[in-house]
């Protein structure tokens, strides 16, 4: 079992800290990190927002909502670290007995987590430098999406680089903090077995999935002015997809990571107004029935309003670089999809010539798939003979490592890692600003395609996998969306 990295003394303030990332997400891996003794016991962890709360009733919210997770008597030992502060980033009420509060531990690392809309990041930046918070071992955490456009990303980006630092501010992709994800540099530079293989030569495709089996819920108020594209595929899924593209980093240490991630990104072939329609699928779910529940579509969820907002992004990407030449990746996302999935597979070539006669059975494949979520783990699919006599039946079959199985341990949250990561000032697998403007420079003509075409996503039924385009997508060239069953 590795060891845990130790952590200073920390101050870590959540803007939103009443909000719905901050209850359901933030405050649970923080939990957890001190039942496992990893938050130093003079730290101090502060909720701000508007709500007009004290310290007692904070807690009070916050124990109704964690009290599932470990017995009372732990949880009521975290909360006393936790406080709350009352604030609006627009006024000036209360900004100065905060940063007294926070200026009480000189020695304390800052971090500020603005788990708010984008809209507030620049007004939060601000008064943050206006009361010099932003001094010593600070560092400003950025959630996405960082802005809706490169324009709007750019002026974020400016203000907020005029109080902080590009060394101080993290912008989080949680998926990057994925047991998974991290699994694959393991696999691909710890392993003679596949960098080797790792190449246009010999994988044939990828796919990355990201469903889910939810509608927007609360969200839709930020759903309708984002859909899919840049909820999903403008950060989480381009970050996947450079992680399994990238070329080795000469080491671990941040920029290095970073450099390679943003080759990729550039090596993108453009998707604009001249292919979109041949490379994209956008969707929007129907009513019908998810999770064995009758649900109601997107625009029914919205009040009955007419809306182009898509819900699910197909499209089929390519690299023009010597390693990746040739070799498609399909990426898949969307709302109300049969099952709650992450994952990515790659595909190698099938084998030149087989030596097998037909009544064997079929020759599939090999593929590798990174399961993300819900149950992380690796499968590697082979061909092996079935046993038995009676002559040579094939089989495709997994090698299957369940993480949690394997290890015999729950894997913590990606928050969890990437909190302390934070603290701990390693911006490894955190999104570096040439990173999100070389993403959104890429997006941006898909976005302006469609809207220039004036064509409604595609509707499909909710608790299906998304509209039959999709399907066609993959199959007319030859091959098809992955299926664990198979």
Not at 127 to 143: F, I, T, Y
């Amino acid at each position: 079992m590795a060891s845990q990295q130790s952590v200073e003394p920390f101050d870590l303030v959540i803007f939103g800290g009443t909000g719905d990332l901050a209850v359901r997400k933030l405050l649970p891996a923080l939990f957890h990190r001190f039942l496992d003794g990893q938050i130093p016991p003079n730290s101090r962890i502060v909720g701000v927002a508007r709500e007009g709360l004290d310290d007692t009733g904070y807690r009070a919210q916050l124990r109704e909502a964690l009290v599932q997770i470990c017995d009372a008597a732990k949880l009521d030992e975290f909360l006393q670290q936790v406080f709350y502060r009352a604030l609006d980033a627009r006024k000036d009420a209360g900004w100065d007995d905060f940063a007294a509060l926070i200026k009480a531990e000189p020695e304390h690392v800052r971090v500020f987590y603005l788990s708010t809309s984008p809209e507030l990041f620049v007004d939060l930046c601000g008064r943050l430098g206006q009361h010099g918070l932003n001094l010593g071992q600070s560092r400003v955490v950025l959630e996405k999406p960082i802005g809706h456009d490169l324009a709007s990303a750019n002026r974020i980006n400016d203000a907020v680089g005029k109080v902080f630092s590009e060394s101080q501010t993290f912008r989080i992709d949680h998926y990057l903090g994925k047991e998974t994800v991290q699994n694959l540099l393991v696999l691909r530079f710890g392993n003679a077995l596949f960098e080797p293989l790792w190449n246009s030569a010999h994988i044939d495709h990828v796919q990355i999935s990201v469903a889910e089996t939810v509608g927007v819920g609360h969200r839709a108020g930020y759903y309708e002015h984002a859909g899919a594209l840049r909820d999903m595929v403008q950060n989480h899924m381009l970050q996947l997809l450079c992680m399994v593209a990238m070329e080795p980093p000469s080491s671990l240490a941040p920029d290095a990571v970073r450099d390679e991630k943003l080759k990729v990104l550039h090596s993108l072939k453009a998707i604009d107004a001249g292919n979109a329609a041949q490379l994209t699928v956008r969707g929007q779910y129907r009513a019908g029935v998810a999770e064995g529940d009758h649900v109601l579509g997107y625009q029914e969820e919205l009040g009955g309003s007419k809306t182009g907002t898509e819900t699910f992004v197909a499209l089929k990407a390519e690299i023009a670089n010597w390693r990746w030449a040739g070799v498609p990746f399909y990426l898949r996302t969307g709302k109300r999809m049969p099952d709650r999935v992450s994952e990515i597979v790659v595909t190698f070539k099938p084998v030149p010539h087989s030596i097998f006669d037909a009544g064997s059975g079929t020759l599939a494949q090999n593929r590798l798939v990174l399961r993300l979520q819900p149950d992380e783990g690796v499968k590697l699919w082979l061909t092996i003979k079935h046993p038995g006599p009676g002559g040579l039946r094939l089989r495709h079959v997994p090698l299957d490592m369940s993480f949690a199985e394997a290890f015999g341990v729950q894997q913590p949250d990606a928050y969890e890692r990437l909190l302390l990561d934070v603290v701990r000032g390693n911006p490894t697998l955190f999104m570096r600003r040439d990173e999100v403007e070389a993403a959104w420079r890429w997006a941006g003509p898909i976005l302006a395609a469609w809207a220039a075409s004036g064509e409604a996503p595609r509707s499909y039924a909710a608790g299906s996998w998304g509209p039959s385009a999709s399907v066609a997508l993959i199959e007319r060239d030859g091959r098809t969306w992955h299926d664990d069953n198979e």
